[in-house]
C-alpha cells in the first residue's frame, strides 16, 4: 500500500465548475499538509499549505484536511482555463521529508 | 520563497552515457534536495545534499549511479550515470522552506 493516494484521473470540468481533488495517507504521524500545482513542462508550485485538521481558504482555493479519517481534501471554486494543471498532495510528519501523491490531472473546458 | 534555476531543462541522451544536472538557488540554504518524477508516479526522493558532506540518499538510490555534488550553500549537481531508457524521467531539484519544499523548473530527460 502506497503512503499518499491520490486518483490520477483524468478530471476534465467545464468552466465555472467546483474541482474537488483528494488524497488518502496511512501514516497517522502526518501533520504538515499541502497541495501542489504543475503546469506542464514546469517544476510544481505550493498552492496551499495547512497544519494539522481542520479547513483554509484562499481565494477560489479551499483545502480541508480531516486527520481522524486521514483524507485531505483541495477545492476550486469558479475554476478557469488557467486551472488546468496537475495537482500534487503532499504532506510530511515534522521534518523535511515529503510523501507525494502520484498528482491529479485537471483540465478545464472553457 | 525561493528562486530556484536548473538547466538544462531538458536533454535527450544515448543509452550509456551521464548528464549532469545543475541546480542554483538564489540564497543559501543548508539542505538541497533532488527528486525524480516519472510519468503517472509519485515525486520520489533520491537524495539529500548537505554543503560539506556526502549526500544521503534514499532507499533503491545509490551514489555510484546518481553522484551529488555541493561545493557551496547555493549550487549542486546530480549526475545520473550509465544511463538506460529506465532512467528517462524528470529530475528536480528542491529547497525548503520551513517545512514547505520549493522546485526549480526541472530537467527532462529522455534516454534512447
Known amino acids: 500500500q502506497k503512503e499518499v493516494e491520490q486518483d490520477p484521473g483524468p478530471l476534465s470540468v467545464p468552466e465555472g465548475a467546483i474541482v474537488s481533488l483528494n488524497c488518502t495517507y496511512s501514516?497517522?504521524?502526518?501533520?504538515?499538509f499541502m497541495w501542489y500545482r504543475q503546469y506542464s513542462r514546469k517544476g510544481p508550485e505550493l498552492l496551499m499549505y495547512?497544519?494539522?485538521?481542520g479547513n483554509k481558504e484562499d481565494g477560489r482555493f479551499t483545502a480541508q484536511v480531516d486527520k481522524s479519517s486521514k483524507y485531505i481534501s483541495l477545492f476550486i471554486r469558479d475554476s478557469q482555463p488557467s486551472d488546468s494543471a496537475t495537482y500534487l498532495c503532499?504532506?510530511?510528519?515534522?521534518?523535511?521529508?515529503?510523501?507525494f501523491g502520484a498528482g491529479t490531472t485537471v483540465t478545464v473546458r472553457a | 520563497s525561493a528562486v530556484i534555476s536548473q538547466k538544462p531543462s531538458r536533454d535527450i541522451c544515448q543509452r550509456g552515457t551521464s548528464l549532469t544536472i545543475q541546480c542554483q538557488v538564489d540564497?543559501?540554504?543548508?539542505?538541497m534536495f533532488w527528486y525524480r518524477q516519472q510519468p503517472g508516479q509519485s515525486l520520489t526522493l533520491i537524495a539529500t545534499?548537505?554543503?560539506?558532506?556526502?549526500?544521503?540518499?534514499e532507499s533503491g538510490f545509490v551514489i555510484d549511479k546518481f553522484p551529488i555534488s555541493r561545493p557551496n550553500l547555493t549550487f549542486s549537481t546530480l549526475t545520473v550515470s550509465n544511463m538506460s531508457p529506465e532512467d528517462s524521467s524528470i529530475y528536480l531539484c528542491?529547497?525548503?522552506?520551513?517545512?514547505?519544499?520549493?522546485f526549480g523548473q526541472g530537467t527532462r530527460l529522455t534516454v534512447v
Open positions: 528542491s529547497v525548503n522552506r520551513g517545512l514547505v519544499a520549493f
Open positions: 495547512t497544519y494539522s485538521s
Open positions: 545534499a548537505n554543503q560539506g558532506s556526502e549526500a544521503t540518499y
Open positions: 540564497s543559501q540554504v543548508t539542505m
Open positions: 503532499a504532506m510530511s510528519p515534522n521534518d523535511y521529508k515529503l510523501s
Open positions: 501514516n497517522s504521524a502526518f501533520q504538515y
